[in-house]
């Protein structure tokens, strides 16, 4: 669907739906991606860190076989923990 670029995602914890993990990922407000996509991403990344952690990492937008679409980071993508402020300041810089 589209090429990788930088995204900022945050941990959550999953209550219930179709995903079997306790932790989840999603993509943060203000980069033109729906809130509610999952991404599909290192679980020992989201495991790794508290619930909440954000990341830096490449990830792309897909929908694998015309599904719902969500980010897809490879399992092996490196990534970099950031704060509130760093990704607040990172968004910002993209935004008119």
Not at 15 to 22: F, M, Q, T
Not at 55 to 83: C, E, I, M
Request: proline content about 4%; overall charge positive; hydrophobic content about 35%.
């Amino acid at each position: 669907m589209s090429h990788y670029r930088d995204v900022v995602i945050e941990t959550f914890k999953n209550k219930g739906g179709a995903s079997r993990s306790s932790v989840r990922a999603r993509p943060v407000e203000g980069q033109d991606l729906d809130v509610s996509m999952n991404v599909e991403c290192s679980s020992k990344m989201r495991k790794g860190y508290p619930v909440g952690t954000k990341f830096l990492l490449q990830a792309k937008v897909t929908d694998r076989d015309g599904g719902t679409p969500f980010l897809y980071a490879h399992y092996n993508a490196p990534y970099r923990v950031v704060s509130d402020e760093e990704a607040a300041e990172f968004i910002n810089k993209f935004k008119v």
